[in-house]
């Protein structure tokens, strides 16, 4: 706990070994945590936070590795979170995204990390909340989150960024398909990669025919961009897109809202962190089994049960004969 | 898991080298998933300086190199230097492939922690990792 307030200075004077021990701090989530967060949110909102999401094999990591590389052409630096699935079954997960960010992640303005999905939704928002913050705090003028898919959790992390970007590729199929399950509504640019392919064209066509069928014009139209990521084709120009969509933010007074849902973030999943840590201690109170059996028996309710956990007050079998 | 807790152990699987043969690798990036592990693999041909880089980002309490070339005389030294210049001496350095008996003591005098050969059972790859770092 000592080392909180040193972790914190060297993760904003922008130390790198810094900002990776304070990313596996707040991933474990627990007082620790909390305590570096708190000190490092104020130094928050510079970075411009950019979700990244789409179906696999669109080519989100390449276009991840050439965004970084282009915004280092421009002179700003760049902080990658890349989130991966968890098994299910043991927890482990493989994380394979830097196979293909081996060009920006060598660069020194570049930091990227690997993010495990350790199967819990809310966790994994939070997790992805407290690193792109250790992230925005060293500094990183760019700090891009990059998802699989369209799931619950993926949709929460999205909301957790300034700007979303969704990418498609030609001749997946069915990809604007599953990009209607939520995932349509949450985009702020939409990237359609791999353009140099048969059918990129009309990818572009079936966007820009479903964006029309707004009832009425959203105060912010998504562009619709064609990338070739492979060779670092059009990335400059989202790059200018996604500037656009900040001033945009900026303007319309959305940027301070999103900022406010950041911070419900942390705090909503501190509050999960609590009610875990009071649970669990509740678990090894010796009155835990008996409590359980009263409320099995019907002479206590499981509600009350409930509150005395959430106090932490201990004594669970107390007032039980 | 994500409750302060216990810490998930993170490996970097990395191939350094010329050596295009990523099977083994690949075979022990999954024993170790399997077994709960968070494995970060940087695909091939990594170059010494990229295999710490990955060290450093990804903060691993283990590195496990593959290496099938014979380059593991020069690669394995440079690579346990940058893990040291980074501050991350600490880190399981573990070293498999192909590396004959007479290399292992200089291999193990670079910093390795030890040197798993062919054949070797990917549960006794597991095992010797969680000892070593279970409690960190």
Redesign the interface.
């Known amino acids: 706990m000592t080392g909180a307030p040193v972790l914190a200075d060297d993760v904003l004077a922008g130390q790198r070994r810094a900002v990776s021990r304070a990313l596996t701090v707040v991933e474990r989530g627990g007082p620790e945590a909390e305590a570096l967060l708190q000190t490092l949110l104020p130094h928050t909102g510079h970075a411009h936070v950019v979700g990244i999401t789409g179906a696999p094999g669109v080519g989100k990591s390449t276009l991840v590795d050439g965004l970084a590389l282009a915004a280092r052409g421009q002179g700003q630096t760049a902080g990658i979170i890349a989130v991966d699935p968890s098994s299910p079954f043991t927890g482990g997960a493989i994380l394979g995204d830097r196979i293909r960010m081996q060009d920006a992640t060598m660069d020194p303005g570049v930091f990227m990390r690997s993010l495990a999905s350790r199967g819990q939704t809310g966790g994994l928002s939070r997790a992805a909340a407290a690193s792109l913050t250790v992230l925005d705090a060293a500094g990183f003028d760019w700090v891009l989150v990059e998802t699989v898919g369209a799931g619950q959790s993926e949709i929460e992390i999205m909301a957790l960024a300034e700007s979303v970007m969704v990418v498609l590729a030609p001749g997946l199929g069915d990809d604007i398909q599953a990009i209607k399950a939520g995932i349509l509504e949450i985009a702020d640019v939409f990237v359609v990669n791999k353009a140099d392919r048969p059918g990129a064209d009309t990818s572009v066509r079936e966007l820009r025919a479903m964006l029309r069928l707004a009832a009425e014009p959203p105060p912010w139209t998504p562009p619709i961009l064609t990338t070739v990521a492979a060779e670092r084709r059009g990335l400059e120009r989202i790059l200018e897109e996604l500037a656009r969509h900040r001033a945009f933010l900026e303007e319309t007074g959305r940027r301070a809202e999103r900022r406010t849902h950041q911070v419900e973030t942390l705090v909503r999943q501190a509050v999960w962190d609590a009610v875990a840590r009071r649970l669990a201690a509740a678990r090894e109170d010796p009155g835990w089994a008996r409590a359980l059996t009263a409320v099995a028996a019907g002479t206590r309710d499981a509600s009350g049960l409930a509150d005395q956990v959430l106090r932490g007050a201990g004594g669970m079998a107390d007032g039980i004969h | 898991?994500?409750?302060?807790?216990e810490?998930?152990i993170r490996v970097l699987v990395a191939k350094p080298g010329l050596d295009g043969h990523d099977r083994g690798a690949k075979v022990i990036?999954?024993a170790?998933?399997?077994?709960?592990?968070?494995?970060?693999?940087?695909?091939l041909h990594q170059t010494p300086?990229?295999v710490a880089?990955?060290a450093?980002?990804?903060?691993v309490q283990v590195v496990a190199l593959s290496i099938l070339s014979g380059a593991h005389p020069t690669l394995v030294p440079r690579i346990a230097r940058l893990l040291r210049e980074?501050?991350?001496g600490d880190v399981l350095l573990l070293l498999g492939g192909i590396v004959p008996e007479q290399d292992v003591p200089s291999m193990l005098e670079a910093g390795v922690s030890r040197v798993f050969g062919p054949g070797t059972d990917t549960r006794d790859i597991v095992r010797y990792i969680q000892e070593r770092v279970g409690d960190s």
């Open positions: 898991m994500r409750d302060g807790g810490r998930v990036a999954r170790l998933r399997d077994a709960g592990m968070e494995v970060v693999y940087t695909g300086e990229q880089e990955a450093l980002q990804e903060d980074n501050g991350q």
